[in-house]
């Protein structure tokens, strides 16, 4: 689980970084930045509050339940802590910077950062119930 979040957060900057190596030849990729950034923002708060209330709601229809199988509200609010943390440190890295503090040498080109694109929006939660809107 927690490799995962490592994974997704990887993803994010290495997306990122493409994106700030690519301002100079095209201005909207800053307001790209920024809207990813914000949005990634977003969907953490939005994923904790429904992590929080589905939570509360399964401890009020069951009485007893395996403990180890539940997520508690600490473990919930600290894993969005950390990743407001991480989209904190990059909101407060200027651009130019941002580029020095690549987790990789590697660099992405278009056709990785599409995939990236692609990839993070898979597991957004209109992507993942696509296919029930879609048999409905």
């Given at each position: 689980?927690?490799?995962?979040?490592?994974?997704?957060?990887?993803?994010?900057?290495?997306?990122?970084?493409?994106?700030?190596?690519?301002?100079e030849t095209d201005a909207s990729l800053v307001f790209s930045r920024?809207?990813?950034?914000?949005?990634?923002?977003?969907?953490?708060?939005?994923?904790?509050?429904?992590?929080?209330?589905?939570?509360?709601?399964?401890?009020?229809?069951?009485?007893?339940?395996?403990?180890?199988?539940?997520?508690?509200?600490?473990?919930?609010?600290?894993?969005?802590?950390?990743?407001?943390?991480?989209?904190?440190?990059?909101?407060?890295?200027?651009?130019?910077?941002?580029?020095?503090?690549?987790?990789?040498?590697?660099?992405?080109?278009?056709?990785?950062?599409?995939?990236?694109?692609?990839?993070?929006?898979?597991?957004?939660?209109?992507?993942?119930?696509?296919?029930?809107?879609?048999?409905?």
């Amino acid at each position: 689980q927690v490799s995962g979040e490592d994974e997704i957060q990887q993803l994010q900057k290495a997306l990122l970084d493409y994106l700030d190596e690519n301002t100079e030849t095209d201005a909207s990729l800053v307001f790209s930045r920024k809207f990813y950034i914000a949005q990634w923002f977003r969907d953490t708060t939005m994923e904790t509050e429904k992590a929080i209330k589905s939570q509360k709601d399964e401890d009020s229809s069951e009485g007893t339940h395996h403990a180890k199988d539940v997520e508690t509200t600490g473990q919930i609010m600290h894993r969005a802590e950390s990743r407001k943390k991480f989209l904190r440190s990059i909101i407060k890295t200027a651009p130019s910077q941002f580029s020095t503090l690549k987790m990789n040498s590697d660099t992405v080109d278009y056709e990785d950062a599409c995939l990236i694109v692609r990839y993070l929006a898979s597991m957004r939660p209109f992507a993942q119930s696509f296919d029930i809107y879609l048999t409905q």
